[in-house]
């Protein structure tokens, strides 16, 4: 029998370090001799790509609701296509992002409330939850400084809304049993962090 490979998330706001740390836990997995791939949202399959052009297109016109249920649908593609397969057969799961920026960025940010948000992707993921899910915490004017290149159509939404994605995050920790990490500290010692937390048994 082939034993489940453990799906790993990694949260957090634009900016606070979740690329940088899932490449280090990449390279830690790797030295450890586990089967992994990494994932990204939106994204990671190539209907995926394609809804994440139209997502992060400035020039893009799309209500709330399409946005959510446009996120929600390459999240769809890329758990039947990409993350439920590679789990089924052992191999492990890094994921930059996976549901809850759903309900943070859209339930919360953008007021669509975060009931209806979870049952989209309730529906989306078939249900399949994370085994870890970290969450990288970064004060709003620092993870936004962290930006310098041209700003996508969510990044444009300015410092208000990251606001409330930051608080949104924080009073989603509890409930989606998260393992807040201080984004603040050096990158060495997040990946510290991570590594200690991360189920090897
Ligand atoms: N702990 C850290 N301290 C200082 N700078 C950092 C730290 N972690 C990452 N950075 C830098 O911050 C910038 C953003 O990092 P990264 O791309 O990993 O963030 P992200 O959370 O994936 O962002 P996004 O959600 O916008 O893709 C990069 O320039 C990176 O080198
Ligand atoms: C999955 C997901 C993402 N977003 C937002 C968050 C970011 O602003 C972009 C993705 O860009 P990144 O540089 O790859 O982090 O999309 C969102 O609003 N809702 C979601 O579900």
């Known amino acids: 029998m082939v034993l489940r490979g453990k799906f790993i998330v990694i949260e957090g706001p634009d900016g606070a370090g979740k690329t940088t740390q899932s490449k280090l836990l990449?390279?830690?997995?790797h030295s450890?001799?586990?089967?992994?791939?990494?994932?990204?949202?939106?994204?990671?399959t190539k209907t995926g790509d394609k809804i994440r052009d139209i997502l992060l297109n400035p020039e893009s016109k799309i209500s709330n609701m399409a946005e959510c249920l446009l996120y929600a649908s390459a999240r769809a593609q890329l758990v039947n296509e990409i993350i439920q397969p590679a789990l089924n057969e052992g191999t492990w799961v890094i994921a930059d992002r996976y549901l809850h920026s759903?309900?943070?960025?859209?339930?919360?940010g953008l007021d669509l409330g975060i009931d209806i948000v979870e049952d989209i992707n309730k529906i989306a993921t078939?249900?399949?939850?994370?085994?870890v899910t970290f969450l990288i915490d970064l004060d709003t004017n620092t993870s936004l400084g962290r930006i310098n290149r041209s700003k996508d159509r969510i990044e444009s939404?300015?410092?208000?809304?990251?606001?409330?994605?930051?608080?949104?995050?924080?009073n989603l920790a509890e409930k989606y049993g998260m393992i807040k990490i201080d984004g603040n500290k050096s990158v060495e010692e997040i990946s510290l962090e991570l590594i200690k937390n991360?189920?090897?048994?």
């Open 32 to 44: 450890k001799g586990i089967k992994y791939l990494y994932t990204r949202e939106p994204g990671g």
């Open 102 to 108: 759903s309900i943070v960025y859209q339930g919360m």
């Open 26 to 29: 990449s390279q830690f997995l």
């Open 198 to 201: 991360i189920p090897l048994k």
């Open 157 to 170: 939404r300015g410092e208000v809304y990251f606001r409330k994605v930051r608080e949104g995050y924080l």
């Open 126 to 131: 078939t249900g399949l939850m994370p085994d």
